[in-house]
């Protein structure tokens, strides 16, 4: 069984950074891909970033690029993101999720795993 636990998640003023981390157990996770995202009050999911674990291939959505950075460490079993340059519209429950495949997406529905979530709040 694939367990996922984040952690790392506060308040933060506008500018400021946050790193998430996804603790990850239950499986050798050297052919999966995982990802972040995130979902605001009143407003679906939607995707973050994505890194396929032994490759290191990653996948950002625009709004994350050039401020996010994913990344993984091998030897925890560990993936973060690091979130730079924080703005309010960042503000959102942010989740981990992963699939037993290489191949980065930014579909939740094809991640069968996933963690409980981890509050970010980004304060103006």
């Known amino acids: 069984q694939v367990q996922l636990v984040e952690s790392g998640g506060g308040l933060v003023q506008a500018g400021g950074s946050l790193r998430l981390s996804c603790a990850a157990s239950?499986?050798?996770?050297?052919?999966?891909?995982m990802g972040w995202f995130r979902q605001a009050p009143g407003k679906e999911r939607e995707f973050v970033a994505a890194?396929?674990?032994?490759?290191?291939?990653?996948l950002y959505a625009d709004s994350a690029k050039g401020r996010f950075t994913i990344s993984r460490d091998n030897a925890k079993n560990t993936v973060y993101l690091q979130m730079n340059s924080l703005k309010p519209e960042d503000t959102a429950v942010y989740y981990c999720?992963?699939?037993?495949?290489?191949?980065?997406?930014?579909?939740?529905?094809?991640?069968?795993?996933w963690g409980q979530g981890t509050q970010v709040t980004v304060s103006s």
């Open positions: 239950g499986r050798t996770f050297s052919k999966y891909a």
């Open positions: 999720a992963a699939r037993n495949t290489l191949v980065v997406v930014t579909t939740g529905d094809e991640y069968p795993y």
């Open positions: 890194i396929s674990w032994s490759v290191g291939r990653t």
